[in-house]
């Protein structure tokens, strides 16, 4: 009887809806343009070639209002030229970026990194696309998304947008530190940061900083980056967890989402070429880095389930 049920058992546990409540799938997409463009027609076409903008696309521009009211910076309209084209899926469907550089390179943020703020702006289930015309640092892209819910009658909390910025921010300034550094790169940094995301939900969301600490050095640890990393830029990596922590999004509505969302970045990030390149180099250092935290805490959460099953069925006789 046992083995009849296993296979249903298993099915429950991969289907169970995650309670939460998404935005519903936007009708129409929405695309967004830095204002640097709105006066420079030649420009401003060329950057909707490479978002595949359509004429039924809602048109907007972000402008350092928008940027400062949901980044908290601020940036002179003319240099905003980074833009995006995003349509809000239904929940389940997962986060898609694509970062289009084949006109301009987006030199300071990658695709993952933009990922990873997103998720922490509560953002989990969209078609993105993210390109300019010529080389731009990327910056105003996020407000770009923000505005299209905006515009689409949606709010984002201000505050997730502005722990969204940060890590953004903190993600990039310590890749730029550790440039030079060796055993570091950006794939290895998102990577621990998305696990340690993965922990504190599955932790139950409300943890202690020095709980908090531990899942930290434990992950820094297994990406190959204890060593690498200095006190100050681990501090910093611990004031975004703590952040977002009290925001709520670790206990939200969203937060089975998030974790999902998480998951799947952490496979896009451990089969990207800049991961394996960074994992070949941490050998060649004597480092290992695990290939993906979030597979092993599935393994033992599934391990866990059926050892309760079991317990369960000894205690009936």
């Given amino acids: 009887m046992i083995r009849k049920m296993l296979p249903l058992i298993i099915i429950s546990l991969l289907v169970l809806p995650a309670g939460a409540k998404a935005a519903s799938e936007w009708g129409q997409a929405v695309t967004v343009y830095g204002a640097g463009l709105e006066d420079n027609r030649e420009l401003l076409d060329a ?3 490479i978002l595949g903008a359509t004429e039924e696309d809602k048109v907007e521009y972000v402008r350092s209002d928008d940027v400062e009211k949901y980044l908290g910076v601020t940036y002179d309209d003319s240099i905003l030229k980074s833009s995006i084209r995003i349509l ?7 986060l898609d970026i694509t970062v289009d550089e084949s006109m301009g390179q987006i030199t300071e943020i990658t ?4 990922k990873n703020a997103l998720l922490t702006s509560g953002i989990t289930d969209a078609e993105v696309v993210i390109g300019a015309a010529e080389d731009v640092t990327g910056e105003s892209a996020l407000a770009g998304i923000y505005k299209a819910y905006e515009v689409q009658g949606e709010e984002i909390d201000p505050q997730r947008t502005q722990n969204a910025q940060d890590e953004l921010e903190t993600i990039s300034g310590i890749a730029e530190e550790n440039s030079n550094s060796e ?5 290895q940094l998102n990577k621990a940061i998305t696990e340690i995301k993965i922990q504190v939900i599955e932790a139950g969301g409300n943890l202690s900083e020095g709980e908090i600490r531990s899942i930290v050095d434990e992950q820094l640890k297994a990406n190959g980056l204890e060593d690498v990393l200095s006190q100050e830029q681990i501090d910093r990596i611990m004031v975004i967890i703590i952040n977002i922590q009290e925001s709520g999004l ?3 509505e969203e937060a089975d989402r998030l974790l999902e969302s998480s998951k799947g970045l952490i496979d896009e990030i451990t089969s990207s070429e800049g991961f394996q390149d960074a994992k070949e180099a941490a050998e060649d250092l004597g480092k290992d880095i695990q290939e993906s935290g979030a597979w092993e805490s599935f393994k033992n959460a599934v391990a866990d389930f059926f050892k309760a099953i079991v317990d369960f069925f000894r205690s009936l006789f």
């Fill in 47 to 49: 950057t909707g070639e």
């Fill in 111 to 114: 695709e993952e990194t933009y």
């Fill in 183 to 187: 055993g570091f790169s950006q794939e």
């Fill in 250 to 252: 670790f206990q939200s």
């Fill in 88 to 94: 809000q899926k239904d929940a389940g469907a997962g």
